[in-house]
């Protein structure tokens, strides 16, 4: 198979504090990666894709400003929920896409919890 | 990407099989059928993933329609630990526009 870390597991901060979650494929290189959030009870939302190198690509209605994403290399891509408040405790999952003959595959992070006090 | 449809909940006993089934009636030629699972609290965990031919692993065995507008995802031996919401996702695979789009699932209630 293949393992995607997510670090750290939770994360509790002051409301307008930032926050940083990292995100690594440990025995394979991706090229990109993708970050979700889910809200309890609610499936994932995609937020945004990463790509190694370039600009992330946000979903409608993501604040790129608010949620930066760094992918600068094939291994790691952070996000970073800048002044986070209340509304932004959530559950943030990462992917790793992994590429190979019949078709490719997205691999999941743990998670990351956080709760903005 | 084609739109699924799941049943929202299902049971199963403890060691019988779990078949969890998929309509995609709108998939198209390129387009791969993926399962995944969610454990409570925890990241999705790809199961397995299918074009046209039906598909085994150590995990399950995916069964896919010859008209490919359907799909079954089978559990031989359930366990309590297979409990879980099991998501059905179609998706071009390798495209550029490549991205999952999650419903909201089947939850897998396995009962001792």
């Known amino acids: 198979g293949a393992v995607v870390s997510q670090h750290p597991s939770w994360v509790i901060c002051k409301s307008g504090t930032s926050v940083k979650i990292e995100c690594r494929s440990l025995?394979?290189?991706?090229?990109?990666m993708f970050w979700y959030r889910q809200f309890p009870k609610q499936s994932l939302m995609l937020m945004a894709t990463?790509?190694?190198?370039?600009?992330?690509?946000?979903e409608q209605g993501v604040e790129k400003d608010k949620f930066l994403i760094n992918h600068a290399s094939l291994t790691l891509s952070t996000l970073t929920v800048t002044s986070a408040h209340p509304e932004d405790s959530s559950f943030y999952i990462c992917?790793?896409?992994?590429?190979?003959?019949?078709?490719?595959?997205?691999?999941f992070g743990p998670g990351t919890r956080l709760l903005v006090l | 990407d084609a739109k699924t449809t799941q049943p929202t909940s299902m049971d199963c006993a403890e060691g019988r099989a779990a078949n969890l089934p998929c309509n995609h009636s709108?998939?198209?030629?390129?387009?791969?059928v993926y399962w995944y699972r969610q454990i409570h609290s925890q990241g999705p965990q790809y199961i397995i993933h299918?074009?046209?031919n039906n598909e085994t692993n150590e995990m399950a065995s995916l069964i896919i329609t010859e008209d490919r507008k359907s799909s079954t995802l089978i559990l031989p031996h359930a366990t309590l630990r297979d409990t879980a919401v099991y998501y059905c996702?179609?998706?071009?695979?390798?495209?550029?526009?490549?991205?999952?789009?999650f419903g909201k699932g089947t939850l897998l209630t396995v009962n001792p």
């Open positions: 992917s790793a896409r992994k590429t190979r003959t019949g078709g490719e595959t997205q691999y």
């Open positions: 025995d394979f290189q991706a090229t990109t």
């Open positions: 990463s790509n190694e190198g370039s600009k992330a690509t946000y």
């Open positions: 709108t998939i198209s030629g390129n387009e791969y």
């Open positions: 299918g074009l046209k």
């Open positions: 996702i179609v998706v071009n695979s390798g495209g550029s526009n490549y991205k999952l789009t």
